[in-house]
C-alpha cells in the first residue's frame, strides 16, 4: 500500500440473488481501486492494480475469491438479513458477512468426493486471520487480506 492510501469502510445489504457474490465481488474490487487511487472506481469496476503492482492484484484476487465464498456461505446456509461490510486501513481489506442464520461454519477436512465443503478452507488459504463471532442477528464471519507486501519502514507496522 501507498502512503496516499485512504481509509475506506462501506455497508451494504446483500440481496438473496444468485449474483449477489458477482456482486460483492465487484464491490471489492472498486473499494481496493478507490482506496488505493484516493478517488472513485472506475465505472468498468477495474482495479488499478495493475500500476500498483503484481502483489495488489494477486491481493485482490485473494480478497474477491474470499468474499464470493463467505457470501456465498451467508445465503446458501444462514438466513436473512445478510449484509457486508469493507474496511480498509494499514495496508489490509478487512471483509464481514453477517446473517441472521443460528450456528457457526465449520472448517471441513478435505473430501475429495464431495462437489461442496471447500469455501472455508479456500478462505483461510487466502487471508491473514478469518474467525467467526455472534451478532443479533446470527453471525459474523470475517476474514482481512493484505493488499499487497506491508511497506518498508516504520509505517510498515
Do not use: F, Y
Amino acid at each position: 500500500m501507498t502512503r496516499n492510501q485512504r481509509a475506506c469502510r462501506i455497508a451494504v445489504a446483500v440481496p438473496a440473488t444468485p449474483w449477489a457474490p458477482h456482486a460483492a465481488r465487484t464491490l471489492v474490487r472498486r473499494t481496493v481501486d478507490a482506496a488505493l487511487r484516493g478517488t472513485d472506481a472506475g465505472a468498468d469496476g477495474r482495479t488499478g492494480a495493475g500500476g500498483a503492482g503484481a502483489d495488489v492484484a494477486d491481493a485482490v484476487a485473494d480478497a474477491e475469491l474470499a468474499v464470493s465464498e463467505l457470501v456465498t456461505n451467508a445465503l446458501r446456509h444462514g438466513g436473512p438479513p445478510v449484509r457486508l461490510r469493507l474496511r480498509i486501513a494499514g495496508g489490509s481489506l478487512r471483509i464481514e458477512v453477517q446473517d441472521g442464520g443460528p450456528g457457526s461454519p465449520v472448517l471441513r477436512g478435505p473430501d475429495p468426493e464431495a462437489v461442496s465443503g471447500r469455501g472455508l478452507a479456500l478462505v483461510q488459504a487466502v487471508s491473514q486471520e478469518w474467525g467467526v463471532r455472534a451478532a443479533r442477528p446470527g453471525k459474523i464471519v470475517h476474514a482481512t487480506v493484505r493488499l499487497g507486501r506491508p511497506a518498508a519502514g516504520p509505517a510498515a507496522a
